[in-house]
């Protein structure tokens, strides 16, 4: 089984930063894109941003220019550096990442348990 445990979440002012990680851990043969997703009350789970294997990167355009996605392959690990957040990125931010079990599986989207980032004004 494979399991996205994230951290680096919490509380930050207004124009603040954080950093938040996700580790996939279990058994697999490759994680093709990794990616963050956030969910605040009452709406749905958008797209934050995703890499994929090779390194390109795509971002929500309410993001743009102030969050960074980035991983390290031989940690199995995804990062999103969050700067000058505002009151609109308060959410869960959960990682998701398409992984391949076995040489000739096909890829399963797994998701992680979420990470509240609140932010105050």
């Known amino acids: 089984q494979v399991q996205l445990v994230e951290s680096g979440g919490g509380l930050v002012q207004a124009g603040g930063s954080l950093r938040l990680s996700c580790a996939a851990s279990?058994?697999?043969?490759?994680?093709?894109?990794m990616g963050w997703y956030r969910q605040a009350p009452g709406k749905q789970r958008d797209l934050v941003a995703r890499?994929?294997?090779?390194?390109?990167?795509d971002y929500a355009d309410s993001v743009k220019g102030r969050f960074t996605i980035s991983r390290d392959y031989a940690k199995s690990t995804v990062y999103l550096q969050m700067s000058s957040l505002n009151a609109e990125d308060t959410a869960v931010y959960y990682c998701?990442?398409?992984?391949?079990?076995?040489?000739?599986?096909?890829?399963?989207?797994?998701w992680g348990q979420g990470t509240q980032v609140t932010v105050s004004s």
């Open positions: 890499i994929t294997l090779t390194g390109v990167t």
């Open positions: 279990g058994r697999f043969s490759r994680i093709n894109g």
């Open positions: 998701n990442a398409d992984v391949r079990l076995t040489l000739y599986s096909n890829f399963v989207s797994y």
